[in-house]
């Protein structure tokens, strides 16, 4: 899980564990004040106040891990309620009051194991779950067989197998939830992970040309829609196959590691920097009319041309750029920065060229 979840968690942790102090605390108080004691609620109530503090404290001050505070809430909640159970089914008479009590513990037990669901993976969440029955059964079933009393409706041996079967019926639905969700979860980062091959370079690490023709489009429509203005700037290397020939593709591939590097140095966080193909980039501009294009290409020429790439190549680019006219697709406005290019090349490479902007009639 993400640092920042982990502190979402933790802090949720603290905050319901000091609410639970401050109820179990104002309980306590009722029932150690009562005209009559109840002894097995002021001790389970004692125990359970002191417990919500200590954890409490633990989750705020970031003593002891998550681990440790989920397991203490887990194992924790289960010996209070089952330890309840134990003292009223036992050691004092089960009138009405304690037989309402016996019936409430059980009714709190199912939300033991929607937590034990919640904090650990499927596998472990079964395992706690099941431990947690099996105390159950432990702990009543004497009681059960040996008791020919009633818990007000059914016999207690019936009350007991109820409540059996609705746990066990509950952390097989808990189980089959937690797996179908990591399941999803998996699904859901292979389809991230995917989604992020599909557009990604594979060498740079940049935008491929996939994604970029996305971006793309989705400049066009918005220039469309609102009126806005937005560039190209298409970006080449100079004598790369020179450079390739020479010194090895090894060579090659790290210039251009390199340099996309510097390319997404050198741009706004708004800009899509690509590589479109070979040792040619595009860059992406929303906002930016011809002349800032131009400038920013500019920028970007000089900052090449006085750098040394992968530790001891000096390389050159040239570049052309082009703006969005209305009436524009994709690909008339990449022929544009591309032949914008190409008299950039013509002319002598290391420079920069706009499109020639037709007169206006």
Same mark, same amino acid.
């Given at each position: 899980?993400?640092?920042?979840?982990?502190?979402?968690?933790?802090?949720?942790?603290?905050?319901?564990?000091?609410?639970?102090?401050?109820?179990?605390?104002?309980?306590?108080?009722?029932?150690?004040?009562?005209?009559?004691?109840?002894?097995?609620?002021?001790?389970?109530?004692?125990?359970?106040?002191?417990?919500?503090?200590?954890?409490?404290?633990?989750?705020?001050?970031?003593?002891?891990?998550?681990?440790?505070?989920?397991?203490?809430?887990?194992?924790?909640?289960?010996?209070?309620?089952?330890?309840?159970?134990?003292?009223?089914?036992?050691?004092?008479?089960?009138?009405?009051?304690?037989?309402?009590?016996?019936?409430?513990?059980?009714?709190?037990?199912?939300?033991?194991?929607?937590?034990?669901?919640?904090?650990?993976? +499927? $596998?472990?969440? =079964?395992?706690?779950? !099941?431990?947690? #029955?099996?105390? /159950? *059964?432990?702990?009543?079933?004497?009681?059960?067989?040996?008791?020919?009393?009633?818990?007000?409706?059914?016999?207690?041996?019936?009350?007991?197998?109820?409540?059996?079967?609705?746990?066990?019926?509950?952390?097989?639905?808990?189980?089959?939830?937690?797996?179908?969700?990591?399941?999803?979860?998996?699904?859901?980062?292979?389809?991230?992970?995917?989604?992020?091959?599909?557009?990604?370079?594979?060498?740079?690490?940049?935008?491929?040309?996939?994604?970029?023709?996305?971006?793309?489009?989705?400049?066009?429509?918005?220039?469309?829609?609102?009126?806005?203005?937005?560039?190209?700037?298409?970006?080449?290397?100079?004598?790369?196959?020179?450079?390739?020939?020479?010194?090895?593709?090894?060579? +090659? $591939?790290?210039? =251009?590691?390199?340099? !996309?590097?510097? #390319?997404?140095? /050198? *741009?706004?966080?708004?800009?899509?920097?690509?590589?479109?193909?070979?040792?040619?980039?595009?860059?992406?501009?929303?906002?930016?009319?011809?002349?800032?294009?131009?400038?920013?290409?500019?920028?970007?020429?000089?900052?090449?041309?006085?750098?040394?790439?992968?530790?001891?190549?000096?390389?050159?680019?040239?570049?052309?750029?082009?703006?969005?006219?209305?009436?524009?697709?994709?690909?008339?406005?990449?022929?544009?920065?591309?032949?914008?290019?190409?008299?950039?090349?013509?002319?002598?490479?290391?420079?920069?060229?706009?499109?020639?902007?037709?007169?206006?009639?």
């Amino acid at each position: 899980m993400p640092l920042e979840g982990l502190r979402r968690k933790r802090n949720a942790y603290a905050g319901l564990t000091w609410l639970a102090f401050v109820a179990t605390a104002i309980s306590l108080a009722r029932n150690a004040t009562a005209v009559t004691i109840d002894g097995p609620a002021v001790a389970v109530g004692a125990v359970a106040a002191l417990g919500f503090l200590v954890i409490a404290i633990m989750a705020q001050s970031r003593f002891g891990s998550l681990v440790v505070i989920e397991h203490l809430l887990l194992w924790g909640g289960s010996a209070l309620l089952i330890g309840n159970l134990g003292l009223r089914l036992y050691l004092y008479p089960l009138g009405p009051e304690a037989a309402s009590a016996v019936i409430t513990s059980l009714l709190w037990l199912p939300l033991l194991f929607v937590f034990s669901t919640i904090a650990f993976d +499927g $596998d472990t969440s =079964l395992r706690y779950s !099941a431990a947690l #029955l099996v105390l /159950l *059964v432990l702990v009543t079933l004497p009681y059960g067989l040996t008791s020919g009393g009633a818990l007000f409706v059914a016999p207690g041996l019936g009350v007991m197998l109820q409540a059996y079967g609705a746990s066990a019926v509950l952390i097989v639905a808990l189980y089959h939830f937690a797996d179908l969700h990591q399941r999803m979860a998996a699904m859901e980062e292979t389809a991230r992970t995917m989604r992020h091959l599909a557009n990604t370079d594979a060498l740079t690490g940049l935008a491929n040309r996939r994604q970029a023709e996305e971006h793309l489009a989705r400049e066009l429509r918005r220039a469309e829609r609102y009126g806005r203005v937005f560039s190209l700037v298409m970006v080449d290397i100079d004598h790369f196959k020179e450079l390739n020939d020479r010194f090895g593709h090894q060579a +090659g $591939d790290a210039v =251009l590691v390199e340099l !996309a590097q510097r #390319l997404s140095g /050198l *741009v706004r966080a708004s800009d899509t920097i690509a590589r479109w193909g070979g040792e040619e980039f595009l860059l992406l501009a929303p906002e930016t009319r011809l002349e800032d294009a131009r400038r920013l290409a500019e920028n970007v020429r000089g900052h090449v041309g006085d750098q040394v790439l992968a530790e001891r190549f000096e390389v050159t680019v040239s570049l052309g750029v082009a703006s969005y006219r209305p009436g524009d697709t994709v690909a008339s406005l990449v022929a544009r920065a591309d032949a914008a290019l190409y008299l950039a090349k013509r002319g002598g490479r290391n420079q920069v060229r706009v499109e020639i902007v037709p007169a206006p009639v």
